[in-house]
């Protein structure tokens, strides 16, 4: 078979393969250019680090915990402002030749559109993905993404300020994903990112304190993965309904990790811890990607999205 | 402080030349990994992992490989392990690289385990290291418990560059490296204590060592105490030309930097924190630093660091 | 330091040591008793598998699978009945020098009222426990425990038909489990347990199914163990001030697991999935926690309830 | 079929005596556990499970070894491995047993890649073996692929209660025992299927194998094939006497099982499930399987089989 097609169009948001790197995980792309064996032409898209309106001084420390087979962080959105991102990040990323995607956040709904209007002056930029996990600041602390109207409110606050590709990145943190899915993309999501890191805690049982200095986090990982899959598997029973295509993310340290993600529903996958203890993982997932279609003579990877037969 | 240019970080499966166990539960181990040996500079760290035997992702030689490995590997299912960050302890103009360190927990014991041979996984070198654009004549290096083991490669540079050497060590009850009794009393301290390393006395050193339980040779106290008594013992004039070089523990250092404020020495401090990615990208191994403006931010103590002038840490936001 | 007191009495409910094996984990307690290695002794209770009115079949196979640090199952609650339970098997289990505590499961909130009548007439009977995960047949198949009222419905049937030690059995899959459990503590409950499983899928990417044979099943083993310190301290808070104990598991395979869960607010614990790779982690657990406590010079594994001091 | 009486499962860790790598990604290996040896009947299984090398809950001598034990080993983040199951398929008078078996995910690499005097931990044996109450004049043994592993122990048996073998294999393209020509051919067969496996031949047996791509001296076609043509070519008369025990996969046990009630013969099948406890105590191993009602129930292959009367199994219920 000749080479499959990589390449995917998710709403707009165009990319030579569907690798994206996790928001949060990759700080604003900069680092891993030092970095031996990590390369550019890897990744489809950055998921830029979560960016608010003000300059955020994040957690205290530790910041991070390993946790058996994940970890959790809690870094707190520690960013220098939306202004400072737009005006200093995002001229010198014009030289990755990858698409870029801001990942903002916000404890206001002003705040979110705000952010966004800042966002969509950049012209680096190819989307948005609203990071809907962070706790409403006038409702008690629940997050928006907990609530179908809460969750519609931002999105459509940021749909207003934002022409471009819309990524709603869903909290699995919910009793049930699909109304909040639903409620997303009635209010403007042109697509569907999940999932975002299930609230957990560590205890050092030596000095009976929590481990992570903001007490509880979020937990990512290998460990999380079957969580994830079934949620994207749900999402997108509801998204390809109305043609909203799904970004999948959760523990994928390997290809066999994305593939279980596309055959689920997810058209383009997101890594992010996996970076963290194999910096040349990307290429081995695209590498392991090509040669599963080529096995499975698939000469273009949106042909498996969603493939899932149930029993 | 000047703040040298990052340079490329390595990432290579690096075999396990030797794995030394040394007294008080500590370990040396060796691997070979020549571009990390010939960039890394003294305060700089590698970031190791010991992959699952058999169960790592691998470099492929080939897509039927690639086919191959995924068939029979749950890649998700790889033994997880965060990296873990050691300060370069020594290396050599063949390629091998050092770490010395004490087993503390899960990584430190698999990495003590490691059989010879076996690859490592190992970022480097990571950092700026310390700042030795202007060595000076005496370099004062402390060091609390493995806060010595990064601080070698320092001293074996400093030697080199014509800086004299007075090295002051605190230990909970046993130092990986060699001990032996000296004849020779130095002035700021008791006559009994004349316990010195070996290691760092063939670099013309001057070395004493304190420890938490009394000890034959060793000052009963901290590093602390050392530098204490060593600045307190130091005609003001002869400040100039000297500078601190700390390593250890937050606390200790905390009171180190406390000193070297007093005595206006300029000091350097390696600081620990823990890390997610190691490579300046996930933001969790922050720590408060002044800045220009005066303003207290989080840095990050791998990329950022993780060394700092010791009076640019904030070094009550964390206790 | 002489021994420590390892006995605990929750709301009547009275152990010689708080290790309890997980409900589904340890069939209805005879099997394990032909395990070298495994002692009866060294457990405080055994909460019995998840039994329904009329026997049921459970689900089709392969009902297990194995992920990063867990497993999912699906067994559908495969067991045969109320009365035979009753009638066969609890008569049986007297030879066992352990508390045991029933764990009820049921379609319709009339369901669980009968199946606790039942065994309310079981003299042998220490405990019930209420798996309120169950899919609600009259509503959508939504978990009882997903909702407050309803999770309230099922423990105050159950509580008309039982006086002695109830126990309601919270499942992590909501947004908010803190309403859910002062629902459940207002509507009669003694004691709280929690977690149950987290919802998960596997897919094999040679097939493109799921590979259990019911596609999704609940995630248990070390994986889930922070989310489960977590939701154990998040209870605790709300359990205390009712004097009301909690049951803390998911995860639990070693001393330090256990008294992380202790230490965030659990008077006693569950090992479930850990039973299946190691059977003698009891004897390791008991002999670690009584180590500990030891060494923390604490006279009473109850003095260490909730020392959690958070940062 | 009578009910065995169930045994101690035994919880042991078993230091590895020998593993050897074998035709076709299969391997066999041999650890010592007397008490299993002794006491495993033909068709019973133990549960193995390769503990990491230093990551491991381990017995626990003191107190002292409990404390020191978890300081330095988070519990919970012990490598996760379900224990996997394998029919014994040889066992040693002087106490080792051996496993035979084919490299197929994480747990059989792992397993293959055993060092030499590491330590497995195994349960064993577990549940009913085949029913040898009353040995037949014949036993036809119908193994496909590794399913050639468990009946080599019932061979062995059968052979010293002086029954007759009949082994008829069926295989993808590598058997795991030694292959040789022979020159003798079987009634029922062509005359070019003439491969044995002289394990077998030793013990007396008419062996004949099957594999889906030609080889020379093998049936094309499947084990079924032979056993099809075995029962097609026997006398009626002949068929007394005789009787069928097979291993294999679900869909080979299948139409074995429907030649054997075709032909009215006595068949045994040793049958396999994903397990969760390997002990009874979790409901997932289950099949459906016929009981005395006529009804269909689900029974656990762990402990009511994994050897049931092909009569009883609900074979439709599972594609
Ligand atoms: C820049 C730097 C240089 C270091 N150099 C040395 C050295 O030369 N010799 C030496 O013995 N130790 C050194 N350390 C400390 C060393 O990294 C820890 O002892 C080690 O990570 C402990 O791992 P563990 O799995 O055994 O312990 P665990 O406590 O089981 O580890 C759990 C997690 O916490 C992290 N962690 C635990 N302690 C520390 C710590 N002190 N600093 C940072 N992360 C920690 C681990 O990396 C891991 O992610 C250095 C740390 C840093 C940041
Ligand atoms: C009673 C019994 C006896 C067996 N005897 C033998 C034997 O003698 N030789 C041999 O080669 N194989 C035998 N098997 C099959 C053997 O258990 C599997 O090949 C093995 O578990 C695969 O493990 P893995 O980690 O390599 O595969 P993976 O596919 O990675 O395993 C994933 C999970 O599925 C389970 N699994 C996968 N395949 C099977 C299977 N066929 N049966 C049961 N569970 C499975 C594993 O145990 C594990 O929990 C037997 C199975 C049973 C139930
Ligand atoms: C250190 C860290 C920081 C993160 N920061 C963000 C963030 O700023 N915004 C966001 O939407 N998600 C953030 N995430 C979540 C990841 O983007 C991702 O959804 C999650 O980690 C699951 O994927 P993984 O298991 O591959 O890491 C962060 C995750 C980690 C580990
Ligand atoms: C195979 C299996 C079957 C289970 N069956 C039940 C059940 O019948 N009722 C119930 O309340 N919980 C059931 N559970 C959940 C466990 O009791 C426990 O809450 C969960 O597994 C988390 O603990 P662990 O990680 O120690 O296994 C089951 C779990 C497993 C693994
Ligand atoms: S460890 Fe990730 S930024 Fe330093
Ligand atoms: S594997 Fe648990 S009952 Fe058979």
Redesign the interface.
């Known amino acids: 078979m000749s080479e499959p097609k990589l390449a995917v169009d998710l709403a707009g948001l165009e990319m030579h393969n569907p690798l994206i790197v996790a928001s949060g995980t990759f700080a604003y792309g900069e680092e891993f250019i030092n970095v031996g064996g990590f390369k550019n032409e890897d990744i489809g898209a950055i998921a830029l680090k979560g960016t608010t309106l003000e300059p955020r001084e994040g957690n205290a420390t530790p910041r991070v915990a390993e946790t058996a087979s994940g970890m959790l962080n809690s870094i707190g959105l520690q960013n220098p402002g939306a202004d400072a991102v737009v005006r200093d990040v995002l001229p010198r990323l014009r030289a990755f030749d990858t698409r870029l995607i801001a990942n903002i956040a916000g404890g206001t709904v002003e705040e979110y559109r705000e952010v966004a209007r800042r966002f969509a002056r950049a012209p680096e930029l190819d989307a948005i993905e609203v990071n809907i996990s962070c706790p409403n600041v006038r409702r008690g602390g629940a997050a928006f993404g907990a609530d179908p109207t809460a969750a519609a409110d931002v999105v459509a606050a940021v749909r207003e300020a934002w022409g471009g590709p819309l990524i709603a990145k869903l909290t699995p943190n919910v009793t049930d994903i699909a109304p909040i899915a639903a409620a997303c993309i009635d209010a403007g999501a042109d697509i569907l990112s999940l999932i975002n890191t299930l609230r957990g805690m560590v205890i050092d049982t030596a000095t009976r304190r929590p481990v992570l200095g903001n007490n509880f986090g979020g937990l990512s990982g290998p460990a999380v993965k079957p969580v994830a899959i079934l949620m994207v598997h749900q999402v997108y029973q509801i998204a390809r309904e109305k043609n909203v295509p799904v970004i999948g993310m959760g523990g994928i340290a390997g290809a066999n990790d994305a593939i279980e993600f596309i055959i689920a529903g997810a058209s383009a996958f997101s890594v992010g811890t996996a970076l963290f203890w194999n910096p040349s993982v990307c290429r081995q997932i695209i590498d392991g990607l090509r040669a599963y279609l080529i096995e499975h003579e698939i000469d273009d990877v949106s042909k498996l999205v969603g493939t899932l037969k149930t029993n | 402080m000047e703040v040298l240019p990052?340079?490329?970080?390595?990432?290579?499966r690096c075999p396990v030349l030797d794995v030394v166990e040394l007294e008080g539960g500590h370990c040396r181990l060796r691997f070979h990994a020549p571009?990390i040996a010939r960039s890394s500079i003294p305060g700089q760290f590698v970031n190791v992992?010991l992959p699952?035997?058999?169960?790592r992702?691998r470099?492929?030689d080939s897509?039927a490989d690639?086919?191959e490995?995924?068939k029979?590997?749950?890649?998700?299912?790889?033994?997880?392990?965060?990296?873990r960050p050691f300060g370069v302890h020594r290396a050599g103009a063949d390629g091998w690289v050092e770490i010395l360190f004490k087993?503390?927990?899960?990584g430190t014991?698999?990495l003590a385990?490691a059989a010879l041979g076996s690859r490592l996984?190992v970022?480097g070198s990571i950092g700026n290291g310390f700042n030795l654009t202007q060595p000076p004549q005496t370099a004062v290096l402390v060091a609390g418990g493995t806060g010595i083991a990064p601080l070698y490669l320092l001293a074996e540079r400093l030697h080199r560059a014509g800086s004299g050497l007075v090295v002051l060590v605190g230990t909970g009850f046993a130092l990986p490296m060699t001990l032996s009794d000296s004849d020779e009393v130095v002035h700021f301290l008791d006559k009994d204590v004349t316990a010195v390393i070996d290691e760092y006395v063939d670099l013309g050193a001057v070395v004493r060592i304190a420890t938490i339980e009394p000890r034959k040779g060793c000052h009963t106290g901290t590093s602390v105490d050392l530098l204490s008594q060593y600045l307190q013992a130091l005609p003001p004039g002869e400040r100039a030309g000297k500078a601190i070089f700390s390593c250890g523990p937050w606390a200790m250092q905390a009171a180190v930097a406390g000193l070297a404020a007093r005595y206006a020495m300029p000091c350097q401090v390696l600081l620990e924190?823990?890390?997610?990615?190691?490579?300046?990208?996930?933001?969790?191994?922050?720590?408060k630093i002044r800045q220009e403006t005066g303003e207290y931010?989080?840095k990050r103590v791998c990329?950022d660091g993780p060394v700092f002038d010791a009076n640019d840490v904030g070094w009550e936001a964390?206790e």
Not at chain 2, 103 to 106: D, L, N, S
Request: aromatic share 8%; net charge positive.
């Open positions: 990052r340079n490329t970080i390595h990432h290579l571009p992992r699952g035997r058999i169960d992702p470099a492929f897509y690639v086919v490995y995924h029979t590997h749950p890649v998700g299912e790889a033994p997880f392990l965060l990296a087993v503390v927990g899960r014991r698999l385990g996984d970022l924190e823990r890390m997610g990615c190691g490579l300046g990208a996930c933001m969790a191994c922050v720590c931010k989080y990329v964390r």
